[in-house]
């Protein structure tokens, strides 16, 4: 088993980050449905998938290599579903072009880079020898940070330069890009783990 999996600091990482990301779920879902924003929409679901992952990082701890890599496979095909929803707020949004907010689209957001950067922050000393388990949680928190950088140039686009509700739809679309290419490190690294618990 490795070192990183057993080690308590990696234990408290994921408990905390785990923590974090769902209380600022709640936060940046509410303001996403209030103004209406995609980009926030997706980030505030891959807030959820960040708990959600670090839970199930928390129960498989104590598993084997081979349980935890099966475990890993299954945290990639979650990572697509922040993709998923933000190709269905996307619609919504094409359907009925109104821009966000851009003040609350960029305080949102500048609040979300600071629970990712602080998870990042946590969880980036484990990320080389904790496996797909420790992998995902911290690819997901450093794709966040850049998703939040993104939303936050969105909103500022849509108040200076172009008031429209494509900025905000471009981010969304491609945060859930980013989320696609988390998903295949973490299925690549589960891959390799099972290949060699076999």
Known sequence: MSETI???SFRRAVFWAGTLNLAYFGVEF???LAIGSVSLFADSIDFLEDASVNLLIMLA???SLKQRARLGMALAGILLVPGLATLWMAWQKFLHPMPPS?????ATAAGAML???A???????????GG???KAAYLSARNDVLANIAIILAGA??????RSAWPDLLVGLGIAAMNADAAREVWSAAREEHSAAA
Do not use: Q
């Open 6 to 8: 057993t080690n308590p």
């Open 30 to 32: 509410a303001v996403a």
């Open 61 to 63: 701890l104590g598993w």
């Open 102 to 106: 851009p003040a609350l689209l960029s």
């Open 115 to 117: 629970v990712n950067a």
């Open 119 to 129: 998870c990042a922050l946590m969880l980036a000393r484990h990320r080389a020898h």
């Open 132 to 134: 797909s388990l420790a």
């Open 157 to 162: 686009v849509t108040a200076y330069l172009w």
